[in-house]
């Protein structure tokens, strides 16, 4: 079967105000069909509507192991020269497959419980204070890197035992890596800063698993590496990886639901008050808030095989876009989907994914979420949006603040 040869031009999804504002062009789409092949910078088949998205991704016909699909938009001559970000990216849970990814989850399952996370509480609720206390003479604030983006960062090096002289080095070699799995156009100078941090990450990981095995602690690290199942334990380069990966995922899209939270609020007043009221309300809002502004817009998956899904030819090797950020706001499943409440009832939103590959750290963002939003709604229940308006990070894929000027006062 040949692709090119039956697709039509793609249509374009990227329009004036897109990062603004994406959810106008996913309303076009939906009501368009549940399927349709978009201009991301590249041509991709692309699954909207929810019930789709949500049926491919417990799909055992695609398959996960898409780093090599990030040199799509890499001419071929310099391909080769991003083996190594390839090859490491690859041994990432995320980026596996079963029978691999099987196993890897298994060992890793125990750090990520719903215990595991409940006894992080008193931890994460001491960071939010002691980050809150420091703005206590603040009037505005630049809230990404003030607080929405260290945070995650203080929770994710607890569990891991980093100290914080390594805070910022975390915070850079995370940021260049999501710069590139992000944007489907990626650039040279991306995969090479992507593939440079990731070098830095491991390297600095050997150091670490070293000294914890000679000296283990309760981290994560120290978890890990005493965990064993059916006679199974991570090999170094797995466990190196599933580092880098724990800090990736651990703070990126953490600080993007966090300040995307807040924005959101800010736009609902009424709502913002009402849970500085009633703080029960604060799991259901951040519950609505991961669907009605997710801080994962979508992700790929690769046909293993052809395979006609709604009337549309997709062919083995073929990568497939789930719009997880459409399927969220999706009419047909969501009543008033592009309206915030954060009472909404059976809110089975998509933004931690669904089947095997569910968000192995979804119980830690989400006490993370609900510490943050709520102590600083309670702490500066006034707060308001500042002169300077929210910019947007250009990043199709995960969506979040690159600045955003708040008055807490």
């Keep these: 079967m040949s692709a090119e040869a039956i697709k039509p031009s793609p249509k374009k999804i990227v329009v004036d105000g897109f990062l603004d504002d994406p959810?106008?062009?996913y309303r076009q789409f939906l009501a368009e069909g549940s399927i349709h092949f978009v201009d991301i910078g590249t041509g991709l088949q692309a699954a909207f509507s929810y019930p789709l998205v949500y049926s491919l991704?417990?799909?055992p016909r695609f398959s996960s192991k898409r780093t090599g699909a990030f040199m799509r938009a890499i001419p071929e001559e310099y391909r080769s020269n991003y083996s190594i970000l390839v090859k490491m990216l690859g041994l990432w849970l995320l980026f596996m497959d079963p029978p691999e990814h099987s196993r890897l989850r298994k060992l890793m399952n125990k750090g990520f419980s719903p215990a595991v996370a409940e006894l992080l509480r008193?931890?994460?609720?001491?960071i939010a204070d002691e980050m809150l206390d420091a703005l206590?003479?603040?009037s505005e604030i630049e809230f990404m890197s003030q607080f929405a983006h260290p945070l995650p960062v203080k929770v994710i090096a607890h569990l891991l035992d980093i100290p914080e002289s390594m805070?910022?080095?975390?915070?850079r070699w995370s940021d260049a890596i999501a710069i590139m799995i992000g944007n489907p156009q990626r650039t040279l100078e991306q995969c090479t800063a992507a593939q440079d941090a990731l070098l830095s990450l491991t390297e600095f990981f050997r150091g670490v698993v070293a000294k914890r095995r000679s000296n283990p602690g309760t981290d994560l690290i120290s978890l890990l590496l005493q965990i064993e199942a059916d006679g199974e334990m991570l090999t170094e380069d797995e466990l190196y990886a599933q580092c880098a990966m724990l800090l990736f995922g651990g703070h990126e899209t953490t600080r993007n639901l966090i300040g995307n939270g807040i924005y959101t609020l800010l736009q609902y007043p009424d709502e913002l008050q009402r849970l500085c009221a009633k703080p029960?309300?604060?799991?259901?809002?951040v519950e609505e808030l991961l669907r009605?502004?997710?801080p994962v817009q979508f992700i790929t998956r690769l046909a293993k095989e052809d395979l006609e899904i709604e009337g549309t030819n997709v062919c083995a090797g073929e990568p497939i876009l789930l719009m997880l950020g459409a399927a969220n706001r999706d009419p047909k499943q969501f009543g008033n989907p592009d309206i915030f409440d954060p009472t909404r009832a059976n809110n089975s939103h998509l933004a931690f994914g669904a089947g095997p590959h569910f968000c192995i750290g979804n119980q830690i963002a989400r006490l993370e979420a609900q510490t943050a939003i709520l102590k600083l709604a309670q702490r500066f229940p006034k707060?308001?949006?500042?002169n300077k308006r929210p910019q947007w990070a250009p990043n199709y894929a995960l969506r979040g603040f690159k600045s955003f000027p708040l008055n807490l006062r």
């Design 280 to 285: 029960d309300l604060i799991r259901s809002c």
């Design 167 to 171: 805070h910022k080095d975390l915070i």
């Design 292 to 294: 009605y502004q997710s």
């Design 57 to 59: 991704l417990r799909d």
């Design 23 to 25: 959810y106008t062009a």
């Design 383 to 386: 707060m308001s949006f500042a």
């Design 136 to 138: 206590t003479d603040e």
């Design 122 to 126: 008193p931890r994460i609720e001491a």
